[in-house]
């Protein structure tokens, strides 16, 4: 086909791949082909073009055949990822932009050659190649696990803040309950997600109080828990404070609201 861009992988191995592993292997490299080539997940997709004989040898197309002046399919797609995974052979020189996703995708893409005696050589039409023996692999794996987990240490510690108001709206007093208490906390998001606590005496104090819970707003120090960039819950580290709710009356009863409890 006139301007096809192959991505070619040979895979040289002295023990059989297990299934799993060839699949993950497969799922990273589509990964971060619909990553990197900013394509329309719709019209544009990874193709297995063949599968030939001998070592494993993988040919890997795009679907849409680029025209001479696009370059975000194979091209960026094997140069970007010769960037990375030249950068976790060393971690020397410029570090490329990875989060977590593509740290586990590079750990996926390796991992065939990471059994001894393996190896991988990834080669784009016209844009170099690589390749990656045990050894490399072994090193690129532990550098990929440690970058991990220091980009962990620094979403847990960005998450935290400090001193926020939290409203709760939904209480279920089930201590093996993380989901159906609930509540806002407005400087974060207008949007009511799970509350989860840190200790189960916390809430227990804010559940047992005389006051009802719902009169009052918790000055408190929490975790903003989230997943794939999007929160899914609070979890109270610390009640600081409580305060009641102007709108409310001082003198309502703990069973004031008896609907907004979910026992």
Partial sequence: MENEQILTI?????????????????????????????????SDILLVK????????????????????????????VNNSILIIDWLKSKKGVKPDMSLDDLKDFKNIVAPANQNGNQIIITGTN??????????ARIIDKNA??????????????????????TLKQIK?????????KGIIEEISEKTYPIVFSE??????????????????????????????????YTVLDIIDSYYIEEKSLEA????????FNP
């Fill in 10 to 42: 040979k895979i040289d191995y002295k023990e059989p791949l297990s299934v799993t592993k060839l699949q993950k292997f497969l799922e990273a490299w589509n990964n971060q082909f619909e990553k990197q080539c900013k394509i329309n997940k719709e």
């Fill in 50 to 77: 063949e599968i030939r004989k001998g070592s494993l040898l993988i040919d890997l197309i795009a679907s849409v055949t680029p025209i001479l002046t696009d370059f975000n399919t194979i091209y960026s797609l």
């Fill in 127 to 136: 844009y170099g190649s690589i390749n990656i023996g045990y050894d490399e």
């Fill in 145 to 166: 696990d440690e970058e991990i987990a220091s980009l962990q240490k620094s979403e847990e510690t960005d998450s935290r803040v400090h001193n926020e108001i939290l």
């Fill in 173 to 181: 007093d089930d201590d093996n309950d993380d989901k159906n208490t």
């Fill in 200 to 233: 189960k005496t916390k809430k227990e104090e804010l559940i047992h109080s005389k006051d009802n819970p719902f009169n009052k707003s918790y000055l408190v120090n929490i975790k903003v828990n989230k997943r794939n960039d999007k929160i899914v819950s």
């Fill in 253 to 260: 009863n703990p069973d004031s609201n008896p609907d907004l």
